[in-house]
């Protein structure tokens, strides 16, 4: 065993004083702290980029207005 | 060291079985700081500590009519804030703190500051302590945090001295090896 490696975690994991609203927690008056769960955020996000991608992919392509065709465009499909 | 209380923490018990508040109040006095320092060197981080902290006394309360004084007291509070610990690892997505943390930082961003060049070692050994698993973790923190004994660790992790013995060993020898870096 290194004295070393024992000396360190000694110094380094010494006992602290517990917060004094840590009674308060207990008693229920304070809740705990806000935040969200990473895999809410995480699947969140997936959602979000599958219907992004979705939509990108299913999205229809601009059809062009016949307004904007050069004329006799209509004859080189329809003779 | 609650002493006093491990010779008259029967009294004590019954007094929080009858629902008295003023013994659950020396109760939580007695054992906060050891609760809370398990849970802080667990779990590497105050708000998760604070968590498991909250858990293990709201349990302690309500399950206190099931200590039949076969083990000692403390024993069985220790028994608590290990399985919370557990607990707490086991549901694996940590929180992602909203408001405390960044609250903290613009409260104190020199402090802040002076604390990362200052705590260099604290915050190695601290994160080589972090990587090791829940099992040899624990060991390491009721022996260093705690200064229990290879028997009283034993009795509270429900294994043989022989195990407990075995799985500092592991952990003396893996936080040699990450911290060789730091041992000039």
């Known amino acids: ?79 | 060291m609650p002493v006093a209380l491990e010779g008259g923490h029967q009294k004590l018990v019954e007094s929080c079985r009858r629902g008295e508040r003023d013994a659950f109040r020396a109760l939580f006095e007695a054992y906060k700081d050891r609760v809370y320092s398990i849970a802080l060197r667990f779990s590497g981080d105050e708000a998760l500590a604070m968590d498991i902290a909250q858990d293990v006394f709201v349990k302690l309360f309500s399950s206190i009519g099931e200590f039949r004084g076969e083990a000692a007291f403390s024993t069985w509070i220790y028994r608590l804030v290990v399985n919370c610990c557990l607990d707490h690892k086991r549901r694996s997505w940590r929180l992602i703190p909203i408001a405390d943390d960044l609250l903290a930082m613009l409260r104190a961003p020199g402090d802040s500051l002076d604390r990362m060049l200052h705590s260099e070692m604290r915050e190695r050994v601290r994160a080589a302590v972090e990587k090791l698993s829940p099992e040899l973790r624990m060991v390491v923190v009721l022996r260093y945090t705690e200064g229990l004994s290879y028997d009283e660790i034993a009795e509270v992790l429900g294994c043989a001295s022989g195990t407990v013995a075995s799985r500092l060993n592991r952990a003396h020898k893996m936080l040699e090896r990450r911290l060789a870096c730091l041992n000039g």
Request: proline share 8%; with cysteine.
């Open chain 1, 1 to 79: 065993m290194s004295e070393w490696v024992d000396l360190q975690l000694a110094h380094q994991l010494t006992a602290v004083k517990a917060p004094d609203e840590l009674w308060e927690r207990v008693q229920g008056r304070s809740r705990r702290r806000q935040g969200v769960p990473g895999l809410a955020l995480a699947t969140a996000a997936a959602v979000l980029a599958v219907v992004a991608m979705a939509y990108s992919s299913t999205r229809p392509r601009e059809i062009p207005k016949f307004g904007s065709l050069p004329p006799g465009s209509c004859l080189q499909c329809h003779l």
